[in-house]
């Protein structure tokens, strides 16, 4: 079932409310411990020890409420196409700096896992930067490459280049030895099939207007860079390179965990 905004706020309608949800999360199993007034903090009854919950979280230290914490991450949760700082700054009554800074903490939240995927894998590369007359030309542009398994989870990054030397280490730590991968026809996924990587391997030929072939096509990976691509354009408008694998990372987190629920998905990561 859909978490509604009305729910969010009947959770969470005060700080005391949010901090409850960290301590309860961080500490399952403690025992008599209480809140004490006016801190961020929980003591033990008998041998005073302390808790702060915010501890190593990417709430510590912070003066922001955490109703407007909460807030923002219910937001990345439930937006399809992301979340400017512009549009936190309006909807938190934050600055923009403070916005910017919130934002970029959350996607730290969603950075990729490493357990290889499995199954039948689609692979692909693309590129991503400013539209304009080059549009079709990779100057100035980031490649990223991205895997993604059949009706599973996908794993991208950005990459210096699409180089053999680049593309072909990244399905060898990325995909299960034994798994069946499905490209386009660039020649360098021709080695997939060697002993040094051990993949089944089947091609499309997109150059001959070829997009399936039976089972084999890379048309889920291509709807990911699709859909990443005009949601950072809408959304953001422009990404730089220095900060574009967080936004990847934001987009492949979303995608993964698209059957559940992504606020507690967050929540539990911090």
């Known amino acids: 079932m859909k978490y509604t905004i009305i729910q969010f706020q009947k959770d969470y309608p005060t700080d005391d409310a949010c901090l409850e949800r960290l301590f309860r999360q961080k500490f399952p199993n403690t025992e008599g411990y209480y809140r004490i007034k006016n801190r961020m903090c929980y003591s033990h009854k008998t041998t005073r020890h302390q808790i702060h919950p915010l501890a190593g979280t990417i709430f510590e230290k912070t003066s922001t409420p955490l109703t407007l914490w909460f807030h923002a991450i219910y937001l990345f949760s439930t937006s399809k196409n992301g979340v400017s700082a512009k549009e936190l700054q309006r909807q938190l009554g934050v600055t923009y700096k403070t916005a910017w800074r919130m934002a970029h903490q959350i996607r730290k939240l969603m950075e990729q896992g490493s357990d290889p995927l499995s199954g039948v894998v689609e692979v692909d590369e693309t590129y991503f930067g400013k539209r ?6 990779f100057k100035n542009k980031a490649a990223l490459i ?12 950005k990459a210096p280049n699409r180089r053999a030397e680049i593309v072909l280490p990244f399905v060898k730590e ?36 070829h997009y399936t072939w039976g089972e084999s096509h890379t048309n889920t990976i291509e709807g990911f860079w699709g859909q990443f691509k005009r949601s950072v354009r809408g959304t953001y408008s422009f990404v730089s390179s220095q900060h574009l694998q967080a936004y990847v990372n934001e987009f492949a987190f979303r995608y993964n965990y698209r059957s559940s629920s992504v606020f507690d998905q967050l929540l539990a990561r911090i």
């Open 174 to 209: 990325n995909v299960e030895r034994g798994a069946h991968v499905m490209t386009d026809e660039y020649s360098a996924y021709g080695r997939l099939t060697g002993s040094a990587y051990g993949y089944a391997h089947t091609s499309v030929k997109h150059g001959k207007k």
């Open 146 to 157: 991205g895997a993604v398994e059949r009706k599973g989870r996908v794993r991208a990054v």
């Open 132 to 137: 304009g007359d080059n549009e079709r030309k």
